[in-house]
Nanobody
Framework: VQLQASGGGLVQTGGSLTLSCAAS????????MGWFRQAPGKEREFVAA????????TYADSVKGRFTISRDNAKNTVYLQMNSLKPEDTAVYYC????????????????WGQGTQVTVSS
């Protein structure tokens, strides 16, 4: 399984960014795709997840109403649209995939992309 994340960058408070994660290596129809983030000195935390089949989503409370996770089945790509960004959203963002989704804790997830830096300036 290969996950290639992209789309990070520097944005001002209140701005928007869209992250992409291209997945390859197997059929993901029964998997859950997710985004996590890790700020310096902090543990990796869950941001959002989407079921490949059906498209149901779940979000961390800290991003509800501001971030939207979506997928493009034809491109095997998952997106994270981030609006109303805040300085506390600054982190390295990782995409991940899991076959049996039972936890938002990062150690419960199977495969990881390389991460993309998002920096929100105040």
């Amino acid at each position: 399984v290969q996950l290639q994340a992209s789309g990070g960058g520097l944005v001002q408070t209140g701005g928007s960014l869209t992250l992409s994660c291209a997945a390859s290596g197997r059929t993901f129809s029964s998997y859950v795709m997710g985004w996590f983030r890790q700020a310096p000195g902090k543990e990796r935390e869950f941001v959002a997840a989407i079921r490949w089949r059906g498209g149901s989503t779940t979000y961390a409370d800290s991003v509800k109403g501001r971030f939207t996770i979506s997928r493009d089945n034809a491109k095997n790509t998952v997106y994270l649209q981030m609006n109303s960004l805040k300085p506390e959203d600054t982190a390295v963002y990782y995409c991940a995939v899991v076959r049996n989704y039972y936890s938002d804790y990062h150690l419960a997830w199977d495969y990881w992309g390389q991460g993309t830096q998002v920096t929100v300036s105040s």
